[in-house]
């Protein structure tokens, strides 16, 4: 017998320790249509799976007696200086989970000092994320054509965005058997200011294809990438690379970073991990190129892998959502603070000062 999910809470009960700990509490707080849409993934969900499995492999060897006492955990990017590396990552439709939806997350991002990145399909409107806070970035889905791609870009330009992320591993949403079996629908009275749910087709004959000729005909380009750098003035990274080969032709059109992720295992099963990626392409741009690692993050010591594997920072999706759906705003500051506490007691384990001072030296691979 199923019960009505509980009310998020205005305190945090003294057994929340850990993410793992908020991921089971979290699931109290949601329906189950709801449960499945956020922890599912794309057909037999191994690439999810696998997200959480790709740091076990890797070790770590800590250095000792170091001095420490000026130990910090600030990071560089894009002349912007960041307290720590943990960012939010975007997820659209937060209202499925809190009342306050992306208010409340970026609440918690301004308390903690974090880099969050509003999605296209914020239950928000991004004039109403932390006006007097610079840590924000907006996420953009491609809108089907230039004209109504860039009033976005220019309205995160109007409303103190410092970088544009393109998502481009996700033209097609993916096939989450999951979330079909249980008839999961976002809630018809949902309001998306920035962007339908949905883009229409093109019409197509009986004789083409609904995919390749219909779809991929308002699917951007890498034309259409060039396109964006040259009308705006903010940083642009995407996010979805994978391929060494498509990470040297973001660098060879100009890209300024790149979030290395396979959208949480959402899109297309089966994905090579977002950490064995961010080894290839680190190998394949220059060392100061900015990659960011998204997908997987549950512990500090996962932190401190990516970077020493080479992530500048990295993302946390699911995590923060459970933080959101147990308490809203003070359950998201409490799941990066964990986070970042974890981060910082590994790195003084590990005998190093900074984030900069870490590096491959510290880890052994299986």
């Known amino acids: 017998m199923s019960h009505p999910p509980l009310p998020p809470l205005n305190q945090i009960p003294p057994q929340l320790q850990t993410l793992a700990d908020y991921e089971q509490q979290a699931q109290h707080h949601l329906t ?5 849409y956020l922890q599912g993934g794309a057909m037999h969900e191994i ?6 499995l790709q740091f076990q492999d890797i070790q770590l060897v800590p250095r ?8 910090h955990t600030e990071i560089h990017l894009f002349g912007q200086t960041y307290p720590h590396p943990i960012f939010l990552a975007p997820i659209g439709h937060q209202g499925l989970f809190h009342p306050q939806a992306e208010q409340a997350t970026a609440l918690a991002a301004e308390v903690m000092q974090s880099n969050m990145i509003l999605s296209t399909f914020t239950n928000t409107h991004m004039g109403e994320i932390n006006p007097h806070h610079a840590d924000k970035w907006f996420q953009l889905y491609w809108q089907g054509s230039r004209e109504q791609s860039l009033p976005l870009v220019q309205q995160a330009e109007q409303f103190g965005y410092q970088a544009i992320v393109i998502t481009v591993d996700s033209p097609h949403k993916g096939i989450r058997d ?5 008839c ?16 229409s087709f093109p019409d197509v004959s009986p004789s083409e ?8 005909r308002i699917a951007p380009t890498w034309e259409d990438i060039r396109w964006v750098l040259e009308n705006t003035s903010l940083p642009v990274l995407l996010k979805g690379i994978l391929h060494p080969a498509d990470a040297q032709k973001a660098l060879d059109y100009g890209v300024h970073g790149l979030i290395i992720s396979n959208h949480a295992g959402r899109v297309l099963d089966g994905t090579i991990s977002p950490l064995t990626a961010l080894q290839n392409i680190r190998q394949a741009v220059p060392q100061d190129y900015p990659l960011l690692l998204d997908g997987g993050i549950r512990r500090g010591t996962d932190v401190f892998k990516a970077i020493a594997l ?24 409490h799941v990066t603070r964990i986070l970042k506490e974890e981060l910082e007691i590994t790195m003084a384990l590990m ?16």
């Open 32 to 36: 189950p249509d709801v449960w499945g």
């Open 47 to 52: 690439s999810v799976q696998q997200n959480l």
């Open 64 to 71: 000792h007696l170091n001095d420490l006492t000026q130990g």
């Open 178 to 182: 999951r979330e079909s079996k249980l």
């Open 184 to 199: 999961f629908q976002l809630p018809k009275n949902m309001q998306h200011p920035h962007a339908p749910t949905h883009l």
């Open 209 to 216: 294809s609904q995919v390749f000729q219909g779809l991929m």
């Open 310 to 333: 080479g992530a500048n920072a990295v993302l946390i999706g699911r995590p923060y959502i459970y933080g959101l759906a147990v308490a809203g705003a003070l359950g998201v500051a």
């Open 351 to 366: 005998g190093t000062e900074n984030i900069k001072s870490i590096n491959s030296s510290f880890i052994y691979q299986l």
